[in-house]
């Protein structure tokens, strides 16, 4: 099951063409491979009973966007860049992203949706026009499943081995005020410091793995938007990321319905 997960998140990646006949062929074909025969048919019935079985809202509207920009680091010489814009709502139930990554020869304008409501990931291919729906909580058990619902319920979230302190600093970044926390990663053994304006609401107890933030918001306890962080392993700075521009009353529309999805 393990393979199985890590597979399906290749594809959740999202690097190719919204096309769920193709998704489909290579997890029939793995199955097969690994349990014969019998094997293509159980991967398309997970696939149609689980993974695929998912419904989408005709369109999402996200009031606020904000254009990110990642630079990752290796023995301190400088890895890659990508430029991240997303789009939310503050309660954190409807997420969208477009990633480009400055070092790929070919660039593809793909829009992935987050619906928490519907626990649905939404991949929509610009170019083209086709989308594909994935279940989210197909890649999780029953058990985590429960827990998880009980955590949105209650409120509190599950225990983070993180853990941030505020440094005592403030500074201006793109006009807001923000606060500089130091974190701390007991289960990576990994360190941050970061800058949060609690003047832009943002709701990050609903996202999860596959999200592209969660590594940079994952149990930090702090509420608000990160403006500003350095991401380091020990003394080795990893990754920074700074936000270049918000747009509070965005009001952005993408209309699903106008997509084919295919099979």
């Known amino acids: 099951m393990k393979k199985l997960l890590a597979f399906a998140l290749l594809f959740s990646s999202f690097n190719g063409y919204a096309q769920r006949g193709y998704v489909e062929r290579a997890i029939e074909k793995k199955y097969e491979k690994e349990q014969g025969e019998p094997g293509a048919k159980k991967g398309n019935d997970w696939i149609n009973n689980h993974l695929l079985n998912v419904d989408v809202e005709d369109s999402y509207t996200f009031p606020t966007t904000v254009k990110m920009h990642i630079t990752t680091y290796k023995h301190g010489q400088k890895k890659s860049e990508s430029n991240l814009q997303y789009y939310f709502n503050s309660a954190g139930t409807i997420v ?12 593809e304008d793909q829009f992935i949706i987050y619906d928490y409501i519907k626990n649905a990931m939404i991949m929509l291919n610009e170019k083209d026009k086709t989308g594909m729906a994935m279940n989210i909580n197909a890649f999780r058990s029953k058990e985590s499943i429960e827990q998880r619902n009980q955590e949105l319920k209650s409120g509190k979230p599950k225990e983070s081995g993180t853990s941030c302190k505020p440094m005592g600093k403030t500074k201006v970044i793109r006009g807001y005020t923000c606060t500089g926390y130091s974190c701390y990663d007991l289960d990576t053994d990994t360190r941050s410091e970061i800058w949060v304006t609690k003047k832009i609401s943002f709701n990050t107890q609903k996202m999860d793995a596959r999200n592209p933030l969660a590594a ?16 380091y392993d020990g003394d080795e700075l990893m990754s920074t990321i700074e936000v270049t521009e918000v747009n ?15 099979r």
């Open 216 to 231: 940079y918001y994952k149990g930090t306890g702090y509420e608000g938007m990160m403006m500003e962080g350095n991401f």
């Open 96 to 107: 969208g992203f477009i990633t480009t990554d400055n070092n790929r020869k070919r660039k």
């Open 248 to 262: 509070l009353s965005a009001n952005y529309t993408v209309r699903t319905a106008d997509y084919k999805f295919n």
